[in-house]
């Protein structure tokens, strides 16, 4: 194996790895004696589910290398935090799934390995353009494009019927929202509040991207007003209680008609006991004059991080990131790959069914997160503004808009 030539970072700290199962992990874990393959610790949050992944990308190394899962915080919040710390603290992480809202923050750290051109292109190549756009920090890739879907309405067995919506074209949230309310079911919303509010805005614009300061700008002005509408209008139709870890969950619980979310939660562990009732509509629109579905895009990227084997776990994410292993990906997990012609497969095609064209063109018209290592700082606005959703006021948006333009000017938060 060669070296690409940087610093050795420091012995990794306690965490758990996941090889199947939990397992501990202590200093030397990564030193391979002669004829033995190289740990390669893989970063990614529900480690758990890419336990056979990662055998298999071990098992195709021919003995190079042995993929070893760090299990990352759930909430993103807690997760951004946590990465942050252990790159700067120097913990043996070689490979990170990186939400791809972190990418620009975290690769301003200048922690993560540089890419050479050849690699970029070996990374990058037949992947979707949004992707690629996601992992793209000012012209630079700095990361490999791995998952990346939409949002999508999720709706249990005749729930749109008996609410009077049709399903098979997208409808307004107010409409939703009317439709719960009606059938006296929940409309629950995963994700976070700023995914919510940023597609709401953006949404509302008619436009599918906006830069860091276009969104602020646009969350105090008239979009940021429609958006707020649509919030007040949900709390007050006492449908559900906003952007929950749990909304999944209380989907498919008693009473559950309504979801909106990533397209692979339909794989998701909660949504089991509802999966033989569960069907897919259009991510809701902020108005009807809007014509278009605009949801919300996001994704997991493969960093590869400063170290001592890093042309080693540049394999491991050459593997992880190829068509075979994409394919696996979305049958085991519903995500959606980044390689085009594996969104074209019968993988693919299975794990949807019938949904097929509407996960498409929500692909294809989705709103895009802006690129930015300030992004947080947007979130930590909105957070601060928009939560809970039944606080949420007329003078909210701009309220907002306005911490935001604060913390983004040096204010501290």
Same mark, same amino acid.
């Not at 012995?11 to 030193?31: E, F, N, P, V, Y």
């Not at 979009?223 to 952007?243: I, K, Q």
């Not at 990131?321 to 790959?337: D, E, F, H, K, N």
């Given at each position: 194996?060669?070296?690409?030539?940087?610093?050795?970072?420091?012995?990794?700290?306690?965490?758990?790895?996941?090889?199947?199962?939990?397992?501990?992990?202590?200093?030397?874990?990564?030193?391979?004696?002669?004829?033995?393959?190289?740990?390669?610790?893989?970063?990614?949050?529900? /480690?758990?589910?890419?336990?056979?992944?990662?055998?298999?990308?071990?098992?195709?190394?021919?003995?190079?290398?042995?993929?070893?899962?760090?299990?990352?915080?759930?909430?993103?919040?807690?997760?951004?935090?946590?990465?942050?710390?252990?790159?700067?603290?120097?913990?043996?992480?070689?490979?990170?799934?990186?939400? =791809?809202?972190?990418?620009?923050?975290?690769?301003?750290?200048?922690?993560?390995?540089?890419?050479?051109?050849?690699?970029?292109?070996?990374?990058?190549?037949?992947?979707?353009?949004?992707?690629?756009?996601?992992?793209?920090?000012?012209?630079?890739?700095?990361?490999?494009?791995?998952?990346?879907?939409? %949002?999508?309405?999720?709706?249990?067995?005749?729930?749109?019927?008996?609410?009077?919506?049709?399903?098979?074209?997208?409808?307004?949230?107010?409409?939703?929202?009317?439709?719960?309310?009606?059938?006296?079911?929940?409309?629950?919303?995963?994700?976070?509040? =700023?995914?919510?509010?940023?597609?709401?805005? *953006?949404?509302?614009?008619?436009?599918?991207?906006?830069?860091?300061?276009?969104?602020? +700008?646009?969350?105090?002005?008239?979009?940021?007003?429609?958006?707020?509408?649509?919030?007040?209008?949900?709390?007050? $139709?006492?449908?559900? $209680?906003?952007? $929950?870890?749990? /909304?999944?969950?209380?989907? +498919?619980?008693?009473?559950?008609?309504?979801? *909106?979310?990533?397209?692979?939660?339909?794989?998701?562990?909660?949504?089991?006991?509802?999966?033989?009732?569960?069907?897919?509509?259009?991510?809701?629109?902020?108005?009807?004059? $809007?014509?278009?579905?605009?949801?919300?895009?996001?994704?997991? /990227?493969?960093?590869?991080?400063?170290?001592?084997?890093?042309?080693?776990?540049?394999? +491991?994410?050459?593997? !992880?990131?190829?068509?075979?292993? %994409? /394919?696996?990906?979305?049958?085991?997990?519903?995500?959606?790959?980044?390689?085009? #012609?594996?969104?074209?497969?019968?993988?693919?095609?299975?794990? !949807?069914?019938?949904? *097929?064209?509407?996960?498409?063109?929500?692909?294809? #018209?989705?709103?895009?997160?802006?690129?930015?290592?300030? !992004?947080?700082?947007?979130?930590?606005?909105?957070?601060?503004?928009?939560?809970?959703?039944?606080?949420?006021?007329?003078?909210?948006?701009?309220?907002?808009?306005?911490?935001?333009?604060?913390?983004?000017?040096?204010?501290?938060?």
């Amino acid at each position: 194996m060669t070296s690409r030539g940087r610093g050795h970072v420091a012995a990794m700290t306690a965490g758990a790895l996941i090889w199947g199962s939990l397992a501990a992990c202590g200093s030397g874990a990564r030193d391979a004696g002669p004829g033995e393959p190289a740990t390669v610790h893989w970063y990614v949050a529900e /480690a758990s589910r890419y336990a056979a992944l990662a055998r298999t990308c071990s098992d195709d190394s021919g003995g190079d290398y042995r993929l070893e899962l760090v299990e990352a915080p759930l909430d993103p919040s807690e997760r951004r935090v946590d990465l942050l710390q252990r790159l700067r603290t120097g913990d043996d992480l070689d490979v990170v799934g990186l939400d =791809t809202a972190l990418v620009a923050e975290v690769a301003a750290t200048g922690l993560l390995a540089d890419l050479s051109d050849g690699e970029v292109d070996d990374l990058t190549q037949g992947r979707t353009a949004a992707s690629v756009d996601a992992v793209t920090v000012e012209g630079d890739v700095v990361a490999a494009p791995w998952t990346y879907e939409p %949002q999508v309405l999720f709706h249990r067995g005749s729930s749109g019927e008996r609410a009077g919506l049709d399903m098979t074209a997208p409808v307004t949230w107010d409409r939703l929202s009317a439709g719960a309310a009606l059938i006296g079911g929940s409309l629950q919303v995963a994700g976070s509040t =700023t995914d919510w509010v940023r597609a709401l805005v *953006v949404g509302a614009t008619g436009e599918t991207a906006l830069d860091l300061d276009d969104l602020v +700008a646009a969350l105090g002005g008239e979009a940021g007003e429609a958006a707020g509408s649509v919030v007040r209008t949900y709390a007050a $139709s006492v449908v559900g $209680s906003g952007p $929950s870890p749990d /909304a999944a969950a209380s989907f +498919a619980a008693p009473g559950g008609a309504f979801l *909106v979310g990533p397209v692979s939660l339909r794989r998701s562990p909660e949504l089991a006991p509802v999966l033989g009732e569960l069907q897919i509509a259009p991510y809701p629109m902020v108005s009807a004059s $809007s014509g278009v579905s605009r949801s919300p895009l996001a994704g997991t /990227a493969l960093a590869l991080t400063r170290s001592a084997q890093e042309d080693t776990a540049l394999e +491991a994410i050459s593997c !992880l990131t190829a068509a075979p292993a %994409q /394919a696996t990906l979305v049958a085991g997990t519903g995500r959606l790959p980044t390689l085009t #012609e594996v969104l074209g497969s019968t993988e693919v095609a299975e794990a !949807l069914g019938d949904d *097929v064209q509407v996960v498409v063109e929500a692909l294809a #018209e989705g709103i895009a997160e802006p690129v930015s290592p300030d !992004l947080h700082l947007l979130t930590a606005a909105i957070e601060a503004t928009w939560e809970p959703v039944t606080d949420v006021r007329p003078d909210t948006p701009v309220d907002s808009s306005r911490e935001a333009r604060r913390l983004l000017d040096g204010g501290l938060a």
